[in-house]
């Protein structure tokens, strides 16, 4: 029986039953496929045109219905051939596809000959498909014999899967997005949901608008856009979750409202776990008594309860424990597996979960098969037909780049990632890549921070162009599908896997006639896994057509002869030996890196709304560059008084691990101690703009994740000589200027936007305003200069009279009109763009906040004093600002409370 008979027969509606899976009605040139940013999996029609091409949100996907973030909004902007890498690099010369998987497959041959298959390392990305990765671990693990093939999803979500299988004996996601809308309370722990998985904040905003006595409750050290939305926010103290769901589960047993019926039959350790729990002490969060119980009292009182968290809970030395800590509680009250109720980790990446479906870790094996079990390393090897397998885990990130540095990693892949920037201890580890023998990177753009360590830079497809499967955070296998041709040389990751594979003398293995045929083997093998006892089986797709596969509709996994889709654990069967659950005793640990008198502070990182990872695809677009433009660090007014820090000064913040310089948010969102900066910047964008040269590798001792939430740091004022803005229509030379202390740099609709400052003042600023934007010394210029405050104004014309760029230089940070200045480029004279300031007839819309359509922050705030403005909506007639993608809205919020505040008082 095919899996389009078994959904007949079982009603379950079919996933192959969609159509072709090309064109929206009356479309016939719109691809349905799946965005590449988070988590979430959005469905996205794209449309190409003479134009470009249209991004939509798919109305008929049942992640997003339509809806897009900022992000996948600008999808269209991001897909150019801009610095694309057309053809295989080596040694930093165009080579042959021949010649570079030749060099690739004797490499890593001789690595494997001379020092054994543990020699040889894969490190690979949520960025690949699910054919992808499962081809990278089938090589590694069946046939070059090492388990050391280990994801970036070590740094987003591992400790989630450690808990889950501590606690399920499985990594099961028990509940679906639906949930989120059914729920009567929502908590949120370290999860700033609205900027980092935005539709998932807008459904959440949208249940939360329709049925008022919804709750949400916010858990984060930080006050975030998220926590706009909530209830409560409760400010704990970084690190101290397992605390505070320590407590939650003493009230749980305290009130009564421990499902006594359920544990019974299902779930084992809960005395000994309640036991552990009451040798912590709440008050060790930070949070007043009257917080706690309020949050404690809303959480006991409510059935339906959907605890969500993300990377605030895994990112952490103790990741593992807090996921316990949260399952424990949902086990107690027997809160798991039923609509809009149940623990719910949300992923990162946009195929975190078919990297774990596939056997990405290096302690897993595929099909959410157990390595070190004897009896599943058999029945993959045989279904394989594998010469070997190893039985031990391989080594996780941090450990895999500490054995580049140390020596024992002869060989090293890199796939669609960026280690030299997203890793702790950055420098450490771009070093430790500069060490190995031999490095391959296979990636879209030969230009980011690990690609040009690399012996062989190969090119691989982007989205838009390749051909497979993803899953999102709630189980759901959606395609990713071609609407544009393959540029160039590049190829697939799968098929360059295959290549090389097949150059290594395994070709027999690794010949397939596309993904569709590795999908199938994917999903047979996920059979075995389920005739094994786990819980990830599509076997029901293992027989599917190439049309079909083509065709492919979401679909929520299980998929077998029986069954698709559902939640998990509703019936109160879990994947242990026994079938039960396990509760797991945890304690609050300190963290694993107190603050010190050298550095006092505690180092936060994270995302911003508008930008994806090393920002290799987003900081393309002008759209999404324009929200935050340069690297900045919040920190607390109280510190910022304290080390006499201003606002818009360039704070130095160091580890002994490294520093970084960015621009000072002054904010009470970040507590006192805390300093919070974004994990984007690369030095392709900002001179010291990556926070993870600062961060200490320290790891969980489950899982394996690092702690990137909470390093001690020093902050301190950097004071240059000058500090200076720039605007141009041409790339600026910022990275060539003498003298130059610190630069950032984003796109703009009219060119380049440039932060710069620097300790030796130049001696004659027009030669350098020339320089900065590439022109001849007889170029014409108009310049202004104010010598008693230190200010001179700059620009530089070409032969055409049309201004090149303005450079604007201050002995303090500059004060112009920023947004008014890069949008004046195309339309000003000189001496008008020199003056900054728009006249009477202009407007200054200031910082964009709406992306979507260049709504600045002054424009909105403009129009809610003007019309006494009450709701986000009317900010959206009046402004259009939060119309579309509606990313922003969580933003608009904060406008309309001086207006709120003053209704209130009349
Ligand atoms: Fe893409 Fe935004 Fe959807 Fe995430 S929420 S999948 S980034 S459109």
Not at 110 to 135: M, N, R, W
Not at 392 to 403: I, M, Q, R, S, T
Not at 637 to 644: M, Y
Not at 704 to 726: D, H, N
Request: a negative charge; one cysteine or more.
């Amino acid at each position: 029986m095919t899996a389009k008979d078994a959904d007949k027969a079982t009603g379950v509606p079919s996933p192959l039953g969609g159509g072709p899976g090309l064109g929206a009605p009356g479309k016939t040139a719109t691809t349905c496929t799946t965005c590449p940013y988070c988590g979430v999996g959005c469905g996205v029609l794209a449309t190409p045109g003479p134009d470009g091409v249209e991004i939509q949100g798919d109305p008929d996907h049942p992640a997003n219905l339509g809806r897009l973030c900022s992000k996948g909004s600008a999808l269209g902007e991001t897909i150019g051939p801009e610095g694309r890498l057309l053809a295989p690099q080596i040694d930093g010369r165009t080579g042959s596809w021949d010649e570079a998987i030749a060099l690739t497959a004797a490499k890593f041959r001789e690595a494997i000959d001379e020092y054994g298959p543990d020699s040889v390392a894969f490190y690979v990305s949520g960025q690949l498909l699910t054919e992808d990765y499962y081809v990278a671990n089938k090589l590694m693990k069946g046939f070059i014999g090492s388990a050391n093939i280990d994801t970036n999803s070590r740094l987003c979500m591992a400790s989630s899967v450690a808990g889950h299988k501590r606690a399920f004996g499985s990594d099961t996601v028990p509940g679906t997005y639906e949930d989120l809308e059914e729920a009567d309370l929502i908590v949120l722990v370290g999860s700033n949901l609205a900027w980092c998985h935005p539709v998932l904040y807008q459904r959440i905003a949208a249940a939360k608008a329709a049925r008022p006595n919804m709750r949400v409750v916010n858990i984060d050290p930080r006050r975030t856009a998220t926590s706009d939305l909530a209830d409560m926010h409760l400010a704990i103290r970084p690190g101290s979750d397992v605390a505070l769901f320590n407590g939650l589960l003493e009230e749980i047993n305290a009130q009564g409202a421990v499902d006594a019926a359920f544990i019974g039959t299902h779930v084992a350790q809960f005395v000994e776990t309640l036991e552990t729990a009451r040798r912590d002490n709440p008050s060790d969060t930070g949070l007043g008594m009257d917080e706690l119980e309020a949050f404690y009292d809303l959480w006991v009182r409510t059935e339906k309860v959907v605890t969500v968290y993300s990377q605030g809970v895994n990112q952490s030395t103790s990741g593992t424990d807090k996921v316990n800590a949260i399952l424990n509680c949902h086990l107690a009250t027997g809160r798991i597996g039923h609509p809009g109720m149940g623990p719910f980790s949300v992923t990162g990446q946009p195929n975190a979960m078919g990297g774990r479906e596939t056997g990405g870790l290096a302690n897993m094996l595929a099909a959410h098969l157990e390595l070190t079990d004897p009896l599943h390393r058999a029945a993959v090897r045989a279904f394989w037909d594998a010469p070997r397998m190893p039985e031990a885990p391989g080594l996780k990130a941090v450990d895999l780049f500490e054995a580049c540095a140390d020596g024992r990693i002869k060989a090293l892949w890199v796939m669609s990632t960026n280690p030299a920037v997203s890793m702790p201890a950055a420098n450490a580890v771009r070093d430790a890549i500069a060490a190995c023998p031999f490095v391959v990177v296979s990636d879209l753009f030969a230009d980011t921070d690990t690609a040009r360590l690399a012996d062989v830079v190969l090119p691989a497809a982007g989205w838009g162009e390749k051909s497979g499967t993803v899953t999102n955070s709630d189980r759901t296998i959606s395609r990713q599908r071609p609407f544009l041709p393959a540029p160039g040389q590049t190829r697939p990751d799968w098929q360059i896997l295959c290549d090389v594979a097949a150059e290594m003398g395994w070709g027999a293995a690794f010949t397939y006639s596309g993904p569709a045929e590795i999908f199938r083997e994917h999903a047979a093998l996920s059979g075995i896994a389920g005739s094994l006892g786990r819980d990830f089986d599509i076997s029901g797709l293992s027989w599917i057509t190439d049309t079909e596969y083509d065709a492919l509709q979401p679909t929520r996994w299980p998929i077998t002869a029986s069954r698709t889709g559902g939640r998990f654990f509703g019936d109160g069967r879990f994947f242990t030996p026994d079938g039960r659950a396990r509760m797991v005793p945890v304690e609050a640990k300190p963290l694993a890196s107190p603050s010190t008198a050298e550095h006092p502070f505690v180092l936060n990182t994270g995302r911003v709304r508008d930008h994806w990872h090393t920002m290799t695809r987003t900081a393309r677009t002008p759209r999404l560059s324009q929200h935050m433009a340069e690297p900045y660090a919040e920190i607390h007014p109280v510190d910022a008084t304290r080390l006499g820090v201003r606002p818009a000064d360039l704070l130095r913040i160091a580890s002994r691990h490294g520093h970084l310089v960015a621009r000072a948010l002054i904010t009470d969102r970040t507590a006192p101690g805390a300093v919070f900066v974004p994990m984007h910047w690369t030095s392709a964008w900002a001179s010291d703009g990556r926070v993870d040269v600062a961060v200490a590798p320290k790891t969980d001792p489950v899982s394996g994740q690092p702690e990137l939430k909470a390093t001690p740091v020093s902050v301190q004022p950097y004071r240059p000589a000058w500090y200076a803005f720039a605007a141009a229509t041409v790339e600026p030379n910022d990275q060539v200027l003498p003298g130059i202390g610190y630069w950032a740099r984003a796109v703009t609709d009219t060119g380049w936007r440039i932060e710069l400052a620097g300790d030796i003042t130049p001696v004659c600023w027009e030669s350098h305003a020339k320089l900065l934007f590439g022109a001849a010394p007889d170029n014409a210029t108009v310049v202004l200069t104010d010598g008693k405050r230190g200010r001179t104004r700059v620009a530089v014309l070409g032969a055409d009279g049309a201004t090149l760029g303005v450079l604007f230089v201050d002995r303090e940070p500059v004060e112009v009109a920023r947004t008014h200045v890069v949008a004046g480029l195309a339309t000003l004279s000189a001496p008008d763009l020199l003056a900054a300031r728009p006249g009477a007839e202009m407007a200054d819309p200031g910082p964009i906040v709406c992306a979507c359509f260049n709504v600045g922050a002054n424009t909105i705030a403009d129009a809610v004093a003007a019309h006494g403005l009450t709701t986000i909506e009317a900010i959206g007639e009046a402004t259009s600002a939060g119309t579309n993608c509606g990313s922003c809205r969580p933003e608009l919020r904060a406008f309309l409370l001086p207006q709120i505040d003053k209704v209130a008082a009349e």
